[in-house]
């Protein structure tokens, strides 16, 4: 039994990487598809608008000879002959009809408008081919005949000279047909007529002469078989005369089956061109594919660092941890203690990791103090330093947190713990051992607190330089400076 594969770790990366791309440039790529989706809508709009009348056509078999069976017409062969050069000709000729432009159901003598005379004389305006459609209706004998003008009354008498055309021409071509074949048959009818009406002549004078005979005693026998002959003769013609009279009878104009038309151009209520539902769409798929390929090509010239895996690679250190962002914290001039107010929460939990990879490199490289900086104000020093140094305290750690502000500016944590540590606090419970610098009173410097003495406490004090010294009984090292160290 074969085994099925499952993805590899490497395409689900790739596809990672690609979902995060959009992600980041998602505004950039709606907007590049609402650009190319009303740029298409106005290019629409600067379009001249084409009106389509459209008429239907039932192609026949003009004319069948007799034996042959009904016969289907070549529907290929009728739909080149719509806009062929005779029918073109005919269709100048009836749209040269200001009658018939201003109302196409106007009837017109179409053995007169596209009569030979005419027709030898009129231009071959092959621009007319130029915006008709002619398509065939599956499985029928149909022609639908299309015709796009800017004028809507000019697309309607379009399409139905077109129909007229094509179908006097047909008639007319089946006449002309059967006229060719019923010529020789008539020519043969009349010299029978004369044969027999000549052999009919010559038997009542044989019979004349018989009866004179006769009366005379002489011998009848050679006018009796003269008159045999005779009769044998036109008998025979009388034959031939029958057969001629039934294929005239077949090839009779009553039979013929001239194409009709059954459904008459009307007049288009609205536009077909511009398509403006189409057009939009083909502007947002255009827009989008662009979008997203002008995303990628940003995304490949933008060469910021994004992800730990651009970080560890071009910094050459591993990351220890990735915090997420802190859902609802929208003043980031607040530091957010989301360990304790949501310690169960995933970002407390990424804390708790970047916890663990911290002790870990501790460990390994005897550190016992950590400075955490950023680059500029407000991009989450103080809440960071304030978790980490929390749920170390969390783990048993001995913790001690000092954050430099700026000179009179407010303070980034406030006091927060339980009752029996604020009491140590404020009982003289921690002692400055050292101090370096020279502070100014106003100087804010936060100080975070954290053992187990019994239970671990969370305790977090902020206060000036001034306040802090009177805090006591700890080993603690708070660092001043005329300014603060960052931000």
Not at 408 to 415: F, M, S
Not at 418 to 425: K, Q
Request: proline share 6%.
């Amino acid at each position: 039994m074969a085994a099925i594969e499952s993805p590899s770790s490497d395409d689900t990366i790739w596809l990672g990487e690609y979902l995060s791309v959009l992600r980041r440039r998602k505004w950039s790529i709606i907007l590049v598809t609402l650009l190319a989706a009303l740029a298409a809508l106005i290019y629409g709009k600067q379009q001249t608008p084409l009106y389509q009348s459209t008429s239907q056509v039932l192609a026949t078999t003009p004319l069948v000879i007799a034996g042959q069976g009904p016969v289907a017409p070549n529907m290929v062969t009728e739909q080149q002959f719509v806009t062929s050069d005779v029918v073109l000709k005919c269709v100048h000729l009836i749209l040269a009809n200001p009658t018939f432009r201003g109302d196409s159901t106007t009837k017109l003598d179409l053995d007169t408008v596209c009569s030979d005379a005419n027709m030898a004389s009129a231009p071959l305006d092959r621009f007319l081919k130029l915006n008709i459609t002619v398509t065939i209706i599956s499985q029928s004998n149909v022609l639908t005949i299309a015709y796009n003008l800017p004028s809507p009354k000019g697309a309607e008498a379009s399409s139905q000279a077109f129909s007229l055309a094509y179908v006097r021409e047909r008639t007319v071509g089946a006449e002309t047909t059967l006229d060719s074949l019923r010529k020789p048959l008539l020519a043969t009818q009349s010299s029978l007529n004369v044969a027999i009406s000549k052999c009919n002549s010559f038997i009542n004078q044989a019979i004349d002469q018989a009866a004179t005979d006769a009366t005379n005693g002489v011998s009848t026998v050679a006018d009796n078989e003269k008159i045999q002959n005779l009769e044998a003769k036109r008998s025979a013609g009388q034959q031939q005369l029958n057969d001629v009279n039934q294929q005239l009878s077949n090839l009779d104009p009553s039979k013929l089956n001239p194409p009709q038309i059954i459904l008459p151009a009307g007049l288009p209520p609205k536009p077909v061109s511009p398509d403006m539902l189409l057009l939009g769409a083909f502007g947002v798929l255009a827009g989008l594919a662009l979008g997203v390929g002008i995303a990628f090509l940003r995304e490949r010239l933008d060469d910021s660092l994004r992800g730990r895996v651009d970080l560890e690679s071009n910094l050459g250190v591993p990351v220890l941890a990735v915090i997420p962002k802190v859902p609802g914290w929208r003043k980031k001039s607040e530091a957010r203690l989301v360990t304790r107010d949501q310690p169960k929460s995933a970002v407390a939990e990424a804390y708790r990791s970047l916890r663990t990879s911290v002790v870990f490199a501790s460990l390994q490289k005897g550190a016992k103090t950590i400075m955490v900086v950023s680059p500029a104000s407000g991009e989450g020093k103080t809440t960071t330093a304030a978790n980490l140094a929390l749920v170390l305290a969390e783990a048993g750690k001995r913790v001690v947190m000092v954050s430099g502000g700026r000179p009179g500016g407010p303070p980034r944590l406030t006091a927060a713990g339980d009752a029996e540590s604020l009491r140590r606090v404020e009982a003289g419970g921690v002692e400055v051992h050292h101090t370096r610098g020279a502070a100014a009173p106003q100087q804010r410097v936060n100080l975070s607190l954290g053992g187990r003495a019994g239970a671990p406490p969370r305790l977090l004090i902020a206060g000036d330089a001034k306040g802090l010294g009177g805090v006591k009984s700890a080993r603690v090292e708070v660092h001043h400076a005329r300014r603060a160290p960052f931000p």
